[in-house]
């Protein structure tokens, strides 16, 4: 009989039994130790069941003081997270970390919105004006699923064999409430087993005839999983996603290994995305262009798209290195391209061999805001 060690779920082997123990962290039972959820006596709904007493919802939410790091999780031993779901505030105000073995550097380290491929949402106070800024758009995919209302959660499997530690790093200057819940499981991860990254870059406005950076410095052995983007256009729309991505792999330099075809096209679509003269909207198990946020004739006035993709049945395989780029191209009149200069972000996912290389420094807050 070959062993099972609960890692890798699919509809294939659900039915297969394993030494594998689940274990969950959440405001509830902040060490997800066995037994010791639901005993708070204090939290944010201590008054709401103080006529029920012990047990009844008391401790649903944590509540994130200014420029605190607050520990979500912090896990001894082997085994993997294996999904996470957060409600509350959704924005760039909060910064999310998560560290693998006791490295003193993130192997995740991006905005809290932008992880989850929803960086134009920020349902803060200071943002709910008629809805100008909370640009909801549900996201439904196989890694990560976006919903109604303003439901993140996370399905990326992540290894760890000493120890894992995610942090949420409020970074505005107003309390910030955040409810989570971070399932995962203590048993054997195989050697050959890669550690989860993720990565946050941001360029407003792209220099003119400049490439883009998805993501470079990757120095290890892996797989590239996915790419989340954010593009804001600046001056007249028109078209904007002629720009092929370019995947520089273990030491390619001038030319790629693997070269696309046009934004829309890497992104699963086709011919602009345009159906009778409108974009169209689509969210797929792998690929995405879940949010077009369009200008109301008034104060918004430039175009933005949210996009995802995927790379779970296809991933990225390199042995030393890896780069992407992509171009921001458009149209001049007579049919000639116009290297644009927009505004992109996005977030590039990986597993890979440690140690992590360490990232460039995240934006400041004034940066990242969405304007």
Same mark, same amino acid.
């Given at each position: 009989?070959?062993?099972?060690?609960?890692?890798?779920?699919?509809?294939?082997?659900?039915?297969?039994?394993?030494?594998?123990?689940?274990?969950?962290?959440?405001?509830?039972?902040?060490?997800?130790?066995?037994?010791?959820?639901?005993?708070?006596?204090?939290?944010?709904?201590?008054?709401?069941?103080?006529?029920?007493?012990?047990?009844?919802?008391?401790?649903?939410? &944590?509540?994130?003081?200014?420029?605190?790091?607050?520990?979500?999780?912090?896990?001894?031993?082997? $085994?993997?997270?294996?999904?996470?779901? /957060?409600?509350?505030?959704? $924005?760039?105000? /909060?910064?999310?970390?998560?560290?693998?073995?006791?490295?003193?550097?993130?192997?995740?380290?991006?905005?809290?919105?932008? /992880?989850?491929?929803?960086?134009?949402?920020?349902?803060?106070?200071?943002?709910?004006?008629?809805?100008?800024?909370?640009?909801?758009?549900?996201?439904?995919?196989?890694?990560?699923? +976006?919903?109604?209302?303003?439901?993140?959660?996370?399905?990326?499997?992540?290894?760890?064999?000493?120890?894992?530690?995610?942090?949420?790093?409020?970074?505005?200057?107003?309390?910030?409430?955040?409810?989570?819940?971070?399932?995962?499981?203590?048993?054997?991860?195989?050697?050959?087993?890669?550690?989860?990254?993720?990565?946050?870059?941001?360029?407003?406005?792209?220099?003119?005839?400049?490439?883009?950076?998805?993501?470079?410095?990757?120095?290890?052995? $892996? @797989?590239? +999983?996915?790419?989340?983007?954010?593009?804001?256009?600046?001056?007249?729309?028109?078209?904007?996603?002629? %720009?092929?991505?370019?995947?520089?792999?273990?030491?390619?330099?001038?030319?790629?290994?693997?070269?696309?075809?046009?934004?829309?096209?890497?992104?699963?679509?086709?011919?602009?995305?345009? &159906?009778?003269?409108?974009? &169209?909207?689509?969210?797929?198990?792998?690929? %995405?262009? @879940?949010?077009?946020?369009?200008?109301?004739?008034?104060?918004?006035?430039?175009?933005?798209?949210?996009?995802?993709?995927? @790379?779970?049945?296809?991933?990225?395989?390199?042995?030393?290195?890896?780069?992407?780029? !992509?171009?921001?191209?458009?149209?001049?009149?007579?049919?000639?391209?116009?290297?644009?200069?927009?505004?992109?972000?996005?977030?590039?996912?990986?597993?890979?061999? !440690?140690?992590?290389?360490? /990232?460039?420094?995240?934006?400041?807050?004034?940066?990242?805001?969405?304007?």
């Amino acid at each position: 009989m070959t062993s099972f060690n609960g890692l890798g779920m699919n509809l294939g082997n659900l039915s297969l039994l394993s030494n594998a123990q689940t274990r969950s962290i959440s405001a509830e039972n902040f060490t997800g130790e066995k037994g010791q959820g639901g005993k708070a006596t204090e939290g944010a709904g201590a008054e709401c069941a103080s006529n029920l007493g012990k047990g009844w919802k008391i401790s649903p939410c &944590v509540e994130i003081k200014p420029q605190e790091e607050f520990v979500l999780a912090d896990i001894e031993g082997m $085994g993997a997270i294996q999904s996470m779901w /957060f409600g509350g505030y959704v $924005g760039r105000d /909060f910064i999310l970390r998560m560290y693998w073995d006791n490295q003193e550097i993130p192997s995740v380290e991006c905005p809290f919105s932008d /992880f989850f491929a929803c960086g134009f949402m920020d349902n803060s106070k200071d943002n709910t004006d008629q809805n100008k800024k909370i640009k909801f758009a549900q996201l439904n995919s196989i890694p990560v699923t +976006v919903n109604p209302n303003n439901g993140l959660n996370c399905f990326w499997e992540m290894p760890f064999r000493k120890r894992a530690k995610i942090t949420l790093q409020n970074i505005s200057e107003e309390n910030k409430v955040i409810f989570y819940q971070i399932n995962y499981t203590l048993t054997e991860v195989p050697e050959n087993a890669a550690y989860f990254h993720a990565q946050f870059r941001l360029t407003k406005p792209i220099k003119y005839m400049d490439d883009y950076t998805i993501i470079d410095g990757i120095k290890g052995k $892996g @797989h590239y +999983v996915g790419t989340s983007l954010l593009v804001g256009l600046n001056g007249e729309g028109k078209w904007w996603g002629e %720009g092929e991505i370019k995947i520089f792999i273990d030491g390619d330099k001038d030319y790629p290994t693997i070269c696309g075809t046009g934004t829309e096209d890497y992104f699963g679509g086709a011919y602009n995305w345009d &159906v009778r003269g409108e974009y &169209v909207t689509y969210s797929t198990p792998f690929m %995405g262009m @879940h949010n077009v946020i369009k200008p109301d004739g008034l104060y918004v006035s430039q175009q933005q798209h949210a996009l995802y993709r995927w @790379h779970i049945m296809d991933p990225i395989r390199f042995e030393e290195d890896l780069r992407i780029t !992509l171009q921001d191209l458009g149209w001049r009149n007579g049919q000639k391209y116009l290297p644009r200069r927009d505004d992109m972000a996005s977030v590039a996912y990986w597993y890979q061999t !440690l140690p992590t290389n360490p /990232f460039p420094q995240l934006p400041s807050r004034e940066e990242m805001e969405i304007i």
